[in-house]
């Protein structure tokens, strides 16, 4: 098969996590093949975030399934579970190792032109892609979202230099054996050319926001109360910083008509909602859970702002979090309470307001300060969000780029 423009590809996308687990990668896969080329995706068998098999798979259950075109090959892996450190651990080998062997077979079985690899946590997803490039003698693409091993001290708490010095050579080696090292965030380029000669390979490629914040809310959601609406969407994990978003709740709760609105899950909310508890905040802050994506547009539009948090870490301040783009595509003004990337994102869009991490009495004090702005200075702030992400996360243009960047033709 030819695509109008040229010979189509053989690419093998690796990345422990896909469809229907919601990732930007999935949309890279869908592209390439909407662009003609022939993508195989190895990955896990889909239990991210809960822990548990999606319904309908299992590890001898749907193993080999096609999804708009894309051939995708799931892997047995053991599943995340509550998410302690040690189920994490034996669902991160479980990948790698039996990924390994995988690529070792299949290498052997399919040619392939090129390697995608989808880098999250865990850095070794990327080893399956590895014996694979070593094996066939092809380029393969590393798109970094989360830096090694920086994030197991960040994130995971860990203080092991075995466990540290292990992943730090393995980081070493993935970056020594990619063509490309792009990045979803550009303070991440001091970390990677720390890590070897890697300054010339390094290109930035953003996150961009899912194509439902572009669509009119259609969707009925549970009855919010009525007020200033302070919406955060997402994870609630260390990295949030769900310690100080409270008590910057905490400040503002003899304020009644400001309502802090908590959509998702994760491993520090049962912390927060015990701090709820315990300061009386039950009628100011309210957690409702996980919704689908497809139910945030309906959300977003409810809000009257949007609140993005990160810890004052040295890996964090290098991050920009993929919800902010989200954020800004829905044409909502943002509240920020991060350092760095997604601080400077704010800024460059004039599209909210931004305070330093950790920091909940300046946070509190800017809820403060959009909440005596007129509707048209909040919608005007939304809407240079939205333009900003028209023009620099733009979907269509970042997979184009992409395409550039791996020398496809489309």
């Not at 022939?38 to 822990?51: K, M, R």
């Not at 299992?58 to 998410?83: A, C, D, M, Q, Y």
């Not at 959300?299 to 954020?327: E, G, H, W």
Request: proline share 4%; glycine share 8%.
């Amino acid at each position: 098969m030819k695509n109008e423009s040229g010979l189509h590809k053989k690419i093998l996308f690796v990345s422990q996590y896909f469809y229907p687990e919601v990732f930007r990668g999935n949309d890279i896969a869908f592209d390439l093949v909407q662009k003609g080329h022939n993508v195989t995706v190895i990955t896990g068998t889909p239990n991210y975030p809960h822990g548990k098999f999606f319904e309908g798979y299992g590890i001898f259950k749907r193993s080999r399934e096609k999804v708009k075109g894309v051939n995708v090959i799931r892997l047995p892996i053991i599943p995340r579970g509550n998410g302690s450190k040690y189920q994490l651990l034996f669902n991160y080998l479980s990948f790698a190792i039996v990924g390994s062997f995988y690529g070792f077979y299949i290498s052997f079985r399919k040619k392939f032109d090129l390697i995608f690899v989808q880098q999250l946590s865990p850095v070794t997803m990327s080893l399956p892609a590895i014996v694979v490039k070593k094996l066939q003698k092809i380029p393969m693409y590393l798109w970094v979202l989360d830096l090694w091993p920086e994030s197991l001290i960040s994130a995971g708490g860990y203080d092991n230099k075995f466990i540290l010095g292990f992943f730090d050579v393995f980081v070493k080696l993935q970056y020594n054996n990619a063509e490309k090292i792009l990045v979803s965030s550009k303070g991440f380029v001091n970390f990677i050319e720390k890590k070897g000669k890697n300054k010339s390979k390094i290109m930035y490629f953003p996150n961009w926001a899912e194509a439902v914040f572009n669509d009119t809310p259609v969707h009925k959601i549970p009855k919010l109360p009525d007020g200033f609406l302070v919406m955060f969407a997402g994870n609630i994990g260390e990295c949030q910083d769900f310690d100080n978003v409270m008590k910057a709740a905490k400040e503002l709760s003899n304020i009644k008509d400001i309502h802090f609105i908590i959509l998702g899950e994760g491993r520090k909310k049962d912390n927060a909602i015990k701090f709820v508890k315990e300061n009386k905040l039950n009628k100011t802050v309210h957690f409702l859970g996980r919704y689908p994506i497809s139910d945030m547009p309906s959300f977003f539009s409810a809000a009257s702002v949007m609140l993005v948090s990160l810890k004052d870490d040295l890996v964090f301040n290098a991050t920009a979090p993929a919800k902010l783009q989200a954020y800004m595509a829905a044409g909502k003004p943002v509240i920020g309470m991060l350092n760095g990337d997604g601080a400077n994102i704010i800024k460059d869009a004039q599209c909210g307001i931004s305070v330093p991490a950790g920091n909940y009495n300046l946070l509190a004090q800017a809820i403060l300060n959009m909440r005596k702005m007129s509707q048209n200075k909040l919608s005007e702030l939304g809407n240079n969000g939205k333009n900003f992400c028209r023009l620099h996360f733009d979907k269509e243009k970042c997979l184009n780029h992409l395409c550039d960047i791996m020398g496809l033709r489309f």
